[in-house]
């Protein structure tokens, strides 16, 4: 199974227009000593760049459309999660196994000797 690029791998198209509107930002400038050199932030430089957006005319739709506008949400997000490997997966799996395992057994060690020591102070057979 071939494993897809993520953000920040090499070869990501995303990552060249970012890199493409960095280089143009800076070369735009006549003088290169009065203007900082920006090497990032440039989601924040786009939002402020222009007019401001209008605010979307809120629609009236019904308790149906509502909840089709819900699972289309859900659906848009789960689009932008990045799932892991199946060899990712099974390492974190062995992990939690694992982690979950050792601490049973601290309080299983734990339990049977508190109890132990409740009897002994008690008097319990």
């Keep these: ?16 227009e970012v890199f493409d509107d960095i280089v143009d930002d800076d070369t735009e400038s006549d003088d290169a000593d009065d ?16 007019e401001p957006k209008k605010k979307k005319e ?3 739709t019904g308790f149906f459309g509502r909840i089709g506008g819900f699972f289309r949400e859900v659906v848009s997000e789960l689009r932008k999660v990045i799932w892991p490997t199946r060899k990712e997966l099974l390492t974190y799996t062995t992990i939690v196994i694992a982690f979950v395992t050792v601490m049973t057994a601290i309080v299983g060690v734990l339990d ?3 109890g ?3 009897f002994w102070a008690f008097g319990g057979k």
């Design 116 to 118: 132990k020591l409740i």
């Design 58 to 60: 809120a629609r009236r």
């Design 112 to 114: 049977y000797g508190f």
């Design 35 to 50: 203007a900082p050199v920006s090497r990032g932030g440039t989601a924040v430089a786009e939002r402020t760049k222009g």
């Design 1 to 16: 199974m071939a494993e897809r690029n993520r953000p920040g791998d090499a070869g990501d198209p995303a990552d060249d």
